[in-house]
Structure formats: structure tokens, C-alpha cells
């Protein structure tokens, strides 16, 4: 356990020193070569938006603060000069109506879609590709049975039938082995004279 906690240890250490100045060579090849920033329009981008932000918090400022609240039950202050300003601010710009019209509705009938896929047309062609296959190896059952069984079995109930026959002509018994010769013989030669060969 020692050994391989030893080259790990040299690896962390030797390995380490790719990436630094001593040897950047590593770093530049996974990294490539480093492009100039155009700082012209990206300055003036911060800048526009750093405006804007305190235009923002001044402007509050002074409706708020110089302004005032009332107590709690009052109108907003912005309310009583610009309803028409607050009633967009106070809707959020109509982005919750927005998105409730188009992306969750659109969401929904989707949905709604794919449960109807899967419950009616998926579910079916499942039921129908189960109740065929199940029909199909009923098929192969039946035939295994009573086709290929059957006809195996018959062939090998024949072939023993044969076999046990021909085990009687192998008894051992050299005089019944002359007479089967001769028999043999004697139906060849009377083939033979009777024309059989011609």
C-alpha cells in the first residue's frame, strides 16, 4: 500500500510544476494563444449601466424619501402620481400573465398530449404486441408438442423397433450368421437369373 501512495505523492509533486512559468509549455497547449478585448464598447456598457442604476436609486430616493410614506394604509406615492406607471410595476409588467398564456398553457396542452399517447396509444400497442406474442408462443407450444414431440418420438420408437431387430441377428451364433449369408446369396443369385441386374 505504501508503493502506490509513493508514486502518487512524486506524481502530485513532479506533475504539479507543468503548469506553472517554469513550464508553461503544457498550458499553452491546452489553452491556446490569448486574444485581445475590444475595452471600447464593453466600457461604455458598465458605464451606461452604472448610470442608470444610481438614476434608479435617485430617483427612489426622492419619491421616497424627500416625499414620504404615509402610514401603512395609505396609497404609494408613486401610485398617486403615475397609476398607470404603478399599476405595471405593481403587475410585474404583465410577465406572470405572459408566461401563464403561453408557456404554461403550452406546457399543459402538451402534456395533456403525451398522456394521451401514452394511456390510449402506447398502452395499446403494448396490449397488442403482449397479446401477440403471447398467441405466438402458444403457437410454438402446440407445435412443439404435438408436432415436433410427436413426430420425434415416433422416429425414435421405430428406430428402436428396427434396432431390436437387428440385435437378434447379432446373437453370437456363427451358424446363424452362415445362414443369413447364404440367404443372401441364394436371393442374389435368383435376382441375377431372373434379369434383375440388366
Known amino acids: 500500500m505504501t508503493i502506490p501512495l509513493v508514486v502518487l505523492a512524486a506524481f502530485a509533486v ?5 503548469g ?9 497547449y491546452l489553452g ?7 475595452w471600447g464598447g464593453a466600457v461604455t456598457l458598465m458605464l451606461v449601466s452604472t448610470v442608470v442604476v444610481f438614476a434608479g436609486i435617485s430617483i427612489a430616493g426622492v419619491i421616497y424619501g424627500l416625499l414620504g410614506t404615509g402610514p401603512t394604509g395609505e396609497k404609494d406615492v408613486l401610485e398617486t402620481l403615475a397609476p398607470s406607471v404603478f399599476a405595471v410595476l405593481r403587475e410585474k409588467f404583465y410577465v406572470d400573465e405572459l408566461y401563464e398564456a403561453t408557456i404554461v398553457r403550452f406546457n399543459a396542452s402538451f ?36 408436432v415436433v ?3 420425434f418420438d415416433e422416429v425414435c420408437r421405430r428406430l428402436r423397433r428396427v434396432g431390436g431387430l437387428l440385435s437378434r441377428l447379432q446373437d453370437g451364433q456363427v451358424q446363424n450368421y452362415l445362414s443369413v449369408i447364404g440367404l443372401a446369396l ?3 443369385l435368383l435376382l441375377l437369373t431372373w434379369g434383375w441386374g440388366k
Open 149 to 151: 414431440n410427436l413426430g
Open 111 to 146: 402534456a395533456r398530449f403525451c398522456h394521451w399517447l401514452d394511456s390510449v396509444v402506447l398502452d395499446t400497442l403494448v396490449l397488442i404486441v403482449s397479446y401477440l406474442v403471447l398467441g405466438l408462443s402458444w403457437l410454438n407450444r402446440i407445435i412443439d408438442e404435438y
Open 186 to 188: 441364394t436371393v442374389l
Open 14 to 18: 513532479v506533475l504539479g510544476f507543468i
Open 32 to 38: 491556446g494563444p490569448h486574444e485581445e478585448v475590444a
Open 20 to 28: 506553472t512559468p517554469a513550464w508553461p509549455w503544457f498550458q499553452q
